[in-house]
């Protein structure tokens, strides 16, 4: 089992910024995946990004150039400093751990993160 606590979240006006924290524990393999999917009212969890154990990153085309996803290994902590938020990105925010020796998926409880015009 692994343990996903996130932090972060909150209330911002469009063009400032919040950072995620996602702390990974329990089981955790040293292959793995850590990364951020959206979900907003009415509308499906959508990956946001996603960084490997060796640091290869995947990002939603919108986030580009905004958001940055990092993570501290020594920590099993994935980050999201998301710059330059417009009203599009609210949503709450679900951390993933995705475990590669048994290819199973753990989520956090989700943060919420709501941009105003």
């Known amino acids: 089992q692994v343990q996903l606590v996130e932090s972060g979240g909150g209330l911002v006006q469009a063009g400032g910024s919040l950072r995620l924290s996602c702390a990974a524990s329990g089981s955790i393999f040293s292959i793995n995946a850590m990364g951020w999917y959206r979900q907003a009212p009415g509308i499906s969890r959508d990956l946001v990004a996603i960084?490997?154990?060796?640091?290869?990153?995947n990002y939603v085309d919108s986030v580009k150039g905004r958001f940055t996803i990092s993570r501290d290994n020594a920590k099993n902590t994935v980050y999201l400093q998301m710059n330059n938020l417009k009203p599009e990105d609210t949503g709450v925010y679900y951390c993933?751990?995705?475990?590669?020796?048994?290819?199973?998926?753990?989520w956090g409880q989700g943060t919420q993160v709501t941009v105003s015009s």
């Open positions: 993933l751990y995705k475990n590669y020796e048994t290819w199973i998926d753990y």
């Open positions: 960084i490997s154990t060796d640091g290869n990153t």
